[in-house]
């Protein structure tokens, strides 16, 4: 202590007590603690910090040896997310290629039918592919050209595109929609044929090839 602070303590006539800083009541906060824990405030940190602006002058540890025994409140799960499920176009277009009434259970009917009722473009695209499918399953060739300006006025370009690769083959597709007989058990020889030649890494000459068609179709006894 230097001399002056000496000097000035001797010099005075009446003794001035020391000012004490107050320290804060706990208890002072207990009730406003109590009500912001009711409010679902269930962490110590942030009750500290909220009463240390109000004046509170002890450690974080006292707000938490005080909070820690009041009753946790259960609080409601939250409820469990619907998961969204998405179609691949793939798998819309075989179904809306279909009729309604083909429409089996496991499919998503209700979404198809908002699906036709919001979209009015895939509406209309349905029909006409549906009209399509129609003809060709009722050999009704002769509508077939008025199917196409139908497909044209539509103005869906996919549509459109469709339409000119009928145009440029419009005599055979024409033969196919009208006529009984089919192509389609000489186009699966061929694929047959391509098969086994791609076994043979293509190298086959013809006469091996002829030779491995012939055996390929005589049936295994062995196996009847």
Known sequence: MSRRTVAKYWNRIEFVPKASRKRSNILDFENYL????????QSAKALYEEISDKGFTYSQATVYNMVRKYPKS???????????????SKQL?????????????????????????????????????LEFRQLMKAKQGNQLQ???????????????????????????????FTSEWSNGQVEGQV???????RQMYGRASFELLRKRVIMMGIPDFHQM
């Open 34 to 41: 109590q009500q912001r824990w009711q409010e679902g405030q």
């Open 93 to 129: 277009s075989i179904w809306l290629g279909m009729y309604q009434n083909d429409w089996e259970d496991y499919m998503p009917i209700e979404f198809l039918r908002k699906l036709l009722e919001e979209n009015p473009l895939i509406k209309a695209v349905r029909e006409i592919a």
């Open 74 to 88: 259960v609080l409601e799960p939250l409820p469990a997310s619907v998961k969204a499920t998405y179609y691949s």
């Open 191 to 197: 694929n047959r044929l391509k098969n086994i030649k």
């Open 146 to 176: 008025d199917w196409c300006n139908k497909a044209l006025d539509s103005g869906v370009e996919a549509l459109k595109g469709f339409v000119r690769g009928v145009k440029q083959d419009f005599k055979a597709i024409f033969q196919a």
